[in-house]
């Protein structure tokens, strides 16, 4: 079966540090990764998608951006965090090109302080 | 850009009241539709999806959803909750076509059921 791994669970940095959070995927191969912000009332921002390694579209111009460097693997960084970067990262990951049922992994809380 | 609304940000209900909550999506073309909920201090799951076919969509736990196109919208229904349902819960839509892989959600219903 396949499992979807975030780390860490909860991340407090100063502001103007990096920040890299990953997640892995096992049990599939060639997924589609995705990368949301989650954030009271405002529900699931998606920041980044990923068809396939190397491929990366960015949904929301900011300070963050994602690299997939093997094929069950994304992350995400950022080189100088800004307070407005606190909140819940999730992601998640499905099935091939076409867009299907989406599996969410447990989530990162970042605070920025 | 396609984009989701839902318009109840926070429902109140009483056990065995009915449930409907309002998803409308825009976008032009064909698309794909989801309800996932996140139950407390658990993962966001699908609840049910809307791909072709019957408009009419049931998922698990009792939920079901009527997709109608003339107005764009998506919206959940239950007609007896419990309190087990209290949850939050997410519309979201996929637009196919060039975009194939991107899913916008809503900004999530917070739902309260009172035993």
């Known amino acids: 079966s396949q499992t979807i791994h975030q780390w860490p669970a909860t991340l407090v940095q100063p502001v103007g540090s990096p920040l890299s959070l990953e997640c892995t995927v096992e049990?599939?191969?060639?997924?589609?990764l995705y990368w949301y912000r989650q954030a009271a009332g405002r529900g699931l921002q998606l920041l980044f998608y990923s068809v396939g390694i190397g491929q990366i579209s960015s949904e929301v111009p900011q300070n963050l951006s994602a690299s997939r460097p093997q094929d069950r693997q994304f992350i995400l960084s950022s080189k100088k965090l800004l307070l407005s970067d606190s909140g819940f990262y999730l992601c998640a990951w499905s099935h091939d090109r076409a867009a299907d049922t989406q599996y969410f992994g447990p989530g990162t809380r970042l605070t920025v302080l | 850009a396609q984009s989701v609304s839902q318009h109840n940000h926070h429902v109140i209900l009483s056990e065995a009241a009915s449930l409907e909550l309002g998803c409308n999506y825009s976008?032009?073309?064909?698309?794909?539709l989801f309800w996932y909920v996140q139950y407390p201090g658990q993962h966001l799951q699908l609840l049910l999806k809307?791909?072709?076919?019957?408009?009419l969509v049931k998922g698990i736990k009792g939920f079901e959803a009527e997709f109608i196109k003339s107005k764009f919208s998506f919206n959940l229904r239950k007609p007896s909750v419990q309190w087990s349902d209290t949850a939050e819960y997410f519309c979201?839509?996929?637009?196919?076509?060039?975009?194939?892989?991107?899913?916008?959600f809503g900004s999530g219903t917070r739902l309260s059921i009172r035993p």
């Open positions: 979201a839509v996929n637009a196919k076509g060039s975009s194939a892989s991107k899913i916008i």
């Open positions: 049990g599939t191969s060639n997924p589609n």
């Open positions: 976008y032009g073309g064909t698309v794909n």
């Open positions: 809307y791909f072709s076919g019957d408009p």
